[in-house]
């Protein structure tokens, strides 16, 4: 099985897809790559919005995108987030709200250039503090 495990094909939530149709185009095309599973992983920049506001955003968006796709033979979606690191988010309970749905599995975009050992601590923490895998994007 192949799995898409990082994709922005979430209409209109962040850089990827920019509308409905984009996005199906986008599953017709990996379905003929033999891609049989996308997890979708729009960006969540703590610093730009508030939790709740992304939720509602990514949910609108994938109950579009999940109409639109019942019935068709295309690859099967999940759904998740890529949370830009930030300092305390090990502390922060809202990550189990933007895990790979079925799964304690949290995809964090770590900055570029050398890490620090506070941001090692940070990825220790979610595993430790909070329960989940991180999975450095």
């Known amino acids: 099985m192949i799995i898409d495990f990082h994709s922005h094909i979430l209409p ?4 990827g897809s920019q509308s409905l149709e984009e996005s199906l ?14 997890v979708a ?8 919005e508030y939790p709740e506001e992304f939720l509602k955003r990514r949910s609108i968006a994938k109950e579009k995108l999940l ?10 979606l999940y759904f998740g987030a890529e949370v830009a690191y930030y300092r305390g988010m090990g502390q922060s309970n809202v990550l189990k709200d ?15 250039g050398k890490w620090t050992s506070s941001m090692y601590d940070e990825l220790e923490a979610i595993h430790d503090r909070l329960g989940l895998v991180p999975i450095v994007a």
């Open 41 to 48: 992983t729009p960006h969540f920049y703590a610093d730009e």
């Open 12 to 15: 209109g939530v962040d850089h």
């Open 98 to 112: 933007l895990v790979i749905e079925g799964t304690k599995a949290i995809m964090v975009e770590m900055p570029m």
């Open 67 to 76: 109409k639109a796709t019942e019935g068709k033979d295309l690859p099967k």
């Open 25 to 38: 185009e986008m599953l017709r095309i990996m379905k003929a790559q033999g891609i049989e599973a996308v």
